[in-house]
Nanobody, 115 residues
Framework: QVQLVESGGGLVQPGGSLRLSCAAS????????MGWYRQAPGKERELVAV???????RYADSVKGRFTISREKLMNAVYLRMNSVRPEDTAVYYC?????????WGQGTQVTVST
């Protein structure tokens, strides 16, 4: 199985920036995509951004132009640069990795945007 560990969450002021990191370990062969999802209280988990092994990316409309996803070439780490954050970005952010035969999740890291 694949283990995913997120880091970089915390408290940030509106308009500020934050960088999340996710390190993958274990049976990491054939990971074809990695991504970030988030879940706020009372809301369903939603896609934030995903990056394919090819480098192609996809973003939620709400973060497009503000967040940037990137990855290591070997697909053993993925990052999320969060710029111009807003209070509505407050959520638990989860790292995700996909293989053809399964999907893996990290434990999540809390991001709180507040003055």
């Amino acid at each position: 199985q694949v283990q995913l560990v997120e880091s970089g969450g915390g408290l940030v002021q509106p308009g500020g920036s934050l960088r999340l990191s996710c390190a993958a370990s274990g049976s990491t062969s054939m990971i074809n995509s990695m991504g970030w999802y988030r879940q706020a209280p009372g809301k369903e988990r939603e896609l934030v951004a995903v990056i394919h092994v090819s480098g192609n990316t996809r973003y939620a409309d709400s973060v497009k132009g503000r967040f940037t996803i990137s990855r290591e070439k070997l697909m053993n780490a993925v990052y999320l640069r969060m710029n111009s954050v807003r209070p509505e970005d407050t959520a638990v952010y989860y790292c995700n990795a996909r293989q053809a035969w399964g999907e893996h999740w990290g434990q999540g890291t809390q991001v709180t945007v507040s003055t």
